[in-house]
């Protein structure tokens, strides 16, 4: 029964992506995906953590079917191997499920024929598959069912009618080798497998940082001054960075686009890297038993005090980006440098998380790489090209007009009906309708597998 | 003796998979020339990965079992593997010549994996 319904799903596969674009196929594909890993795992799919992951796995395939984005593509995968690679071990943290996610897709088939092979040699009493059974249910049900066709044909025009529009022609070798595709990724999916040696260390390890007890009060000693003295001075130093930046901000009173950029860049530069180093400092001082020490109160008050200031940083850098924005418009690196800023933030709480309750270095790795994972899916299912046009046209001071035609289709009518309300330039105007009569044929060419959400707007737009 | 013998297995494989991906696409009789000429070059490119990527980590690890090395490696080999492959098929624009090279060259790796294994007679007693 399984078998065949692996085979349904590869011959699915094959109708769904043989020589067809992305699209509603893609979502379709998650779907079946979905169902197949809940029929094949059913207890795993009772857990609630396997349910939040199947949702995220279908938001993605929504966010496929309405934006069509590169975006939205690379977060299907991301959340098809987390999924596939949590039902392999729900406990695992979230690298481990891509690690397990993506071997499972890859080579689970291989994995699972050694096993195969190993346990046939170990029993030695293979279990004979009945291929006359396998024959008759599927060969004597498919005969009666020809020739009941055949008989019916014969007995209604509308029937008859029907039964010809189905055309077989797009079966061929190629099409095959897309099913035997499909069979064999259904297969690997089916019973997801784990990479072991990676999987059992992160099963065994914990969050929580272990007292060592082979240390010397007078080393830690030392090494809590040294942090002590580094960090103060640190702190120093960035106080009196964020004072001349904050004068410069608030004094200045023209703003020329160079400068701003400038600061911009310069500051996300320094922001990188002042970040990483503070992280990895914090993370080098209160690596080990210094967590226990108990005159570690100054340090741990000195490393909160730098973790707070770099969040000033970051929100003075937020500040200089926003009105970067404000004047000259929302481009995609604007918006990765938000998205940056955003992540630094989550990066400094969760250190400051790690010092204030004595956690290891994997916690920061599990912690920030589910944030990261969180953030992705979010971020697919904005639709970014319609903000920022939406944006650069209504808000900003000034705009680049040719930057928003070279952004994809899911701008397309949004700049259709702003050159039908407003007077373009004769080369802007030309742009526009040149992008919107080929998004329009495109999409009038798309067959049902390439379908997307703009197919059922076409009218409107026309 | 099981290097070979897994050499010629994998010959065998990654000249099937290469042509009838190619005959997927377009067939002649005239290409039967090229079919058994392709040998020479699908034995070199066979044996040369097999001794350079897959056999030494079965021989700088000959104190453990093949089927622990295994367990310890393959995974990663084959995540890299597909990561290679995918990325020759990316950057050739999804020609069908680099589908089949890349396709052949990942399927047989993998499998020459498992014959590495399955026909080792270490293994076979435990």
Known sequence: ?462 | MRYSKSILKSIFLSGIIFWLVIFSEDFNADMLFWVFLSIIPISLCCSFTIFTTIAPWFILNSGMKPREVYVKYFAYYAILCFALCFYGVWKSNFSIYAISFFASAFITTMQTWNWLVIDNPKDSKS
Not at chain 1, 41 to 48: I, L
Not at chain 1, 258 to 285: P, T
């Open chain 1, 1 to 462: 029964m399984k078998n065949i319904i692996l085979l349904f799903g590869a011959i699915l596969f094959s109708t769904l992506f043989y020589k067809q674009d992305i699209g509603l196929n893609m979502s379709l594909f998650s779907i079946v995906t979905i169902i197949i890993l809940s029929i094949f795992n059913t207890k795993t799919f009772k857990s609630k953590s396997t349910i939040a992951l199947t949702t995220t796995y279908l938001i993605t395939a929504i966010a496929i079917f309405f934006y069509n984005s590169s975006l939205s593509i690379i977060a299907n995968c991301f959340a098809f191997f987390t999924l596939v690679g949590h039902v392999s071990q729900r406990n695992s943290s979230i690298y481990i499920n891509w690690l397990n996610g993506l071997f499972t897709f890859v080579a689970g088939f291989f994995l699972r024929a050694l096993l195969k092979s190993e346990s046939n040699k170990e029993s030695k009493n293979k279990t004979q598959i009945d291929y006359i059974h396998l024959i008759k249910i599927i060969g004597i049900p498919l005969a009666v069912i020809i020739v009941f066709i055949l008989l019916y044909k014969n007995g209604n025009p509308v029937f008859n009618d029907m039964i010809s529009k189905i055309d077989f022609s797009f079966i061929n070798l190629q099409w095959l080798l897309l099913t035997v595709l499909g069979y064999f990724l259904f297969y690997n999916i089916s019973k997801p497998i784990q990479v072991n040696p990676a999987t059992e260390l992160d099963l065994n390890t914990s969050n929580t940082l272990e007292k060592n007890n082979k240390f010397s009060i007078n080393t830690l000693k030392k090494e809590n001054q040294l942090g002590l003295i580094l960090i103060t001075l640190l702190n120093i130093l960035i106080i009196v960075f964020l004072i001349t930046d904050i004068t410069y901000l608030t004094t200045s009173n023209d703003i020329i686009a160079a400068n701003l950029s400038n600061q911009v860049h310069n500051g996300i530069n320094a922001l990188i890297v002042s970040i990483v180093i503070a992280i990895i400092i914090i993370l080098y001082f209160f690596r080990g038993n210094l967590n226990f020490y108990k005159q570690n109160n100054k340090l741990k008050i000195a490393t909160y005090c730098w973790i707070i200031l770099n969040t000033i940083l970051v929100v003075n850098i937020v500040i200089k980006d926003s009105q970067y924005i404000y004047y000259y418009g929302f481009t995609y690196k604007r918006i990765g440098v938000l998205v940056y800023l955003l992540l630094a933030l989550i990066g400094l709480f969760t250190t400051a998380l790690k010092v204030f309750k004595i956690k290891n270095l994997w916690f920061l790795f599990r912690v920030n790489s589910l944030t990261a994972y969180a953030l992705l899916i979010i971020s697919c299912s904005v639709n970014w090209d319609n903000l920022i046009t939406n944006y650069n046209l209504y808000h900003a001071k000034s705009n680049d007009f040719e930057y928003l035609i070279s952004l994809s289709n899911n701008n397309t009518f949004l700049l259709k009906a702003y050159s039908q309300k407003n007077q373009l330039s004769t080369k802007n105007q030309f742009l526009v309708d040149k992008k919107h009569n080929d998004f329009v044929e495109k999409l009038n060419s798309n067959t049902w597998q390439e379908m997307q959400f703009d197919n059922f707007n076409i009218e409107q737009y026309k």
